[in-house]
């Protein structure tokens, strides 16, 4: 994967566009892990609050369309369409060859200033120095998580790599901080602290970290919103708020079948792991593919306590890891596997989140 670690192309990009990434406010979503719970759950609370709100995140798992939403709504195929050719023709007359987060991120911010949206919740897609999204106006930063991930280019540490996630801080942002350990953040700006809310607060997502994400969302809404905030319309909004492909239980019947989970590095994993033990559901056949640049002994380390037997697969994908290799991590690790298909349900399927579109596409309506 080829990755343009620079603001060079977007800058000059938004230049020729006519600079829409200041036409609205912005509020930057930041981590390692929770970024899209996160950004997608303060987005529904701060449309409940009457707010036109645009929502931009990264990977999709089906449709690419995914990504971009105004109000809940996404962005239809015509729409998509008509951006991506105005994009084409700005960077031709830039004389740029934007990578495709680049060019995602400009039809974000020309879509969200031609549809008038009055903030857009941005999930940086990598870091935070010179992530793309870093350009729009906009002066809160809410953060996630820290953990080991990309730290080719992030970081070989926690602190080196909540440092790069920092560097999307502006002078005079106001900065949340969610479930980080306070010696991670001793050197941390001033900041808000995202605490513990009663009754706690429901989502569509089982597990405590997706209560965690949402004390985090309603924070960082509280601080947009000040004196328009309101906890019964915020908690409303929650609870109808569900996530994608993130403890995703899937029932037959009223019998489950399948949970899917885009647990793609360990710290994932371990909070996979979590959620299904606080669901008290116990160790599960597991489908399991990931990447040759992931930490996949890490994730399934993390997941050998959930796992009664693996069947690993191969997604498409240039990166994707084989079979023969998760096999071999798997008995490095003594996790039964097998190469046949796994007869008995429910099944956990996880490992990636390409995975998880493919399976989400053959499983939903």
Known sequence: MVI????????????????????????????????GSTAFYLANILQAHGVCTGLFTSPHLVSVRERFTINGKMISQREFDSLLRRITNAAKIADIEPSFFETLTAMAFLWFKEKNVQVAVLEAGLGGRLDCTRIAKGNIVAITSIGLDHTDLLGSTKEKILKEKLGILKKGATLIIGKLP???????????????????????????????????????????????????????????????????????????????????????????????????IPPLPCIFASLTDKNTLGVLKALKPCISICHPVQIENPRA?????????????KIPYTLHPVPH????????LYLIGKMISILTP
Not at 269 to 280: C, D, G, H, Y
Not at 321 to 332: F, M, Q
Request: with cysteine; charged share 25%; glycine share 6%.
């Open 4 to 35: 343009n670690y620079s603001l060079r192309n977007i800058k000059a990009l938004c230049k020729a566009l006519g600079q829409p990434q200041k036409a609205f406010e912005s509020i930057h979503i930041v981590g390692t892990n929770g970024k």
């Open 345 to 352: 349900t429910p099944i956990l399927i996880t490992g990636s």
């Open 321 to 333: 890891r084989s079979i023969e290799d998760i096999c071999n991590i798997c008995k490095e690790l």
């Open 182 to 280: 306070k010696k991670l953040t001793a050197k941390c700006p001033t900041h808000i602290r995202a605490n513990k809310i009663t009754p706690e607060l429901k989502t569509g997502n089982p597990g405590e970290i997706y209560t965690k994400n949402a004390e985090l969302a309603i924070v960082t809404a509280k601080v947009f919103l000040n004196s328009k905030f309101s906890i019964k319309t915020s908690r409303s909004a929650l609870k109808k708020s569900f996530w994608p492909g993130r403890m995703q239980m899937i029932y037959e019947k009223k019998k489950l079948k399948f949970i899917l989970d885009g647990a793609h590095n360990p710290q994932a994993a371990q909070v996979l792991a979590k959620s299904l033990k606080e669901k008290n």
